[in-house]
């Protein structure tokens, strides 16, 4: 599955240090199928060469708004005609100002003045002192009181020995961006929370019960979710894997901690989507030194005490939010889930068979309600959550 198939993007090069990471990122737009044409103003040419984008993006790239190459030298009006969208990365300083003010002195310039409705996206890349110039912020405020989508900066060191806000955002993550920009914004503004991963439930320092879950399924939902435009936080038991980008994480391994962040922030959050896999018991005697091998050879006694149903707890709360709950099961999947979304109050619950996605990429759910089951074709992870993320847009009150 192809992100960015079909798209047809302008990339604007400007002057930074940042430009020699754009070229790892188109690299990476061009293997999800985006067709890229590169335009550089002559600052960036100072920084990397217009023969090292050419190669990575396949197509010729634009410098000069007197372009012989164009039957009808007309380069400004023909790269945006068709573009689903115009990126500047690295944006400096300079071309943002002119941007805000719509200069058009060179290509760049005049194709962003000239896009019509061609969305345009601005990754800045400066110093922190340019950052936080009083002229800078202004020009932020007016591009994007204008509708113009300013991703990052970040924070860090800087090429030139400082530290703070104004560096790019890494190649990585202006993909993630840009991939996101084409997901429809179907839950904007919303506030929501969402659990992952396995609890580990301590025996003694060095060892732990734990649930068979990668999390994979509900790092997927959480990116869906951001990528739909939500605000989200995420609640992450032990994991290997890395926080989505623009995702919130609380990373836990108990699940009473996870229960209690969870508590901390259910009374302000819209919707709560319970995935983690968590552990329903915990060990009560669990030993503060390990316990060592006996010569009888006895394996110690553990004892055990329920952890407390997050789901269901959050479910209960007078004014909760909207709760989506998960059944991984192994047996019997529409009596047990739909036993499950009755038993702990939910309105939504998804269902699957634990050992057809246990640690895999490719998922089949089934969603049951009050009107009963739709279960969606087995597709990637990515592609369920988004699916997911669309019905509980669709289902849950505004
Ligand atoms: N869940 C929870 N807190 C728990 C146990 C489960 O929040 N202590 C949530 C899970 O995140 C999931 C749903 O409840 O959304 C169902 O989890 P599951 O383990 O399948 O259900 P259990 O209630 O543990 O039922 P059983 O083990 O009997 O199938």
């Known amino acids: 599955m192809l992100e960015l198939a079909n798209k047809r993007i302008v990339l604007g090069l400007t002057g930074g240090i940042a430009c020699y990471k754009v070229a790892e990122f188109v690299r990476r737009a061009t293997e999800q199928g985006a067709v890229i044409d590169v335009v550089m103003t002559e600052a960036a040419t100072h920084f990397i060469t217009p023969v090292t984008m050419q190669a990575l993006s396949g197509r010729p790239v634009y410098l000069d708004p007197w372009d012989a190459r164009e039957p009808n030298n007309m380069a400004h009006i023909n790269l945006t005609r068709g573009a689903d969208a115009i990126l500047i990365a690295p944006a400096s300083t300079d071309f943002m100002a002119k941007l805000a003010h719509g200069l058009a002195d060179d290509l760049l310039s005049t194709l962003c003045v000239a896009r019509g409705n061609c969305p345009l996206l601005v990754t800045p890349a400066m110093n922190r002192e340019m950052w936080l110039n009083a002229a800078t912020q202004r020009n932020v405020a007016l591009l994007r009181g204008d509708g113009v989508q300013i991703l990052g900066p970040a924070e860090g060191e800087q090429a030139c020995g400082e530290t703070g806000s104004g560096r790019m955002i890494e190649p990585d993550q202006i993909l993630a961006e840009l991939i996101a920009f084409f997901q429809p914004k179907v839950l904007a503004g919303r ?59 609380i990373q836990v391994e108990s699940a009473m901690q996870m229960h209690d962040a969870v508590m901390q922030h259910a009374a302000a959050s819209d919707i709560f989507i319970s995935v983690a896999a968590v552990a329903d018991w915990h060990v009560t005697n669990a030993g503060d030194q390990k316990f060592k091998k006996t010569e009888s050879g006895d394996a110690p006694q553990l004892e055990f005490a329920p952890n407390p149903d997050i789901l269901a707890t959050v479910a209960a709360m007078p004014n909760g939010p909207w709760c989506v709950g998960f059944a991984a099961e192994t047996e019997n999947l529409d009596e047990h889930a739909q036993a499950k979304r009755r038993r702990k109050g939910v309105p939504l619950l998804v269902g699957n068979l634990a050992q057809d996605v246990m ?18 074709s087995p597709q990637p992870k990515l592609q369920a959550a988004r699916a997911l993320i669309a019905a509980i847009a669709q289902r849950s009150p505004r």
């Open 359 to 376: 640690d895999a990429d490719v998922t089949e759910i089934v969603l049951y309600d009050e009107r009963g089951r739709n279960a969606l």
């Open 191 to 249: 506030r929501v929370l969402i659990t992952a991963g396995p609890t580990s439930e301590r025996i003694d320092p060095v060892r732990v019960i734990t649930n068979r879950s990668s999390g994979k399924t509900g790092y997927a939902i959480a990116r869906a979710a951001r990528e739909a435009g939500a605000d989200v936080l995420l609640v992450s038991g032990p994991t290997a894997l890395p926080c989505p980008w623009g995702v919130t994480r």
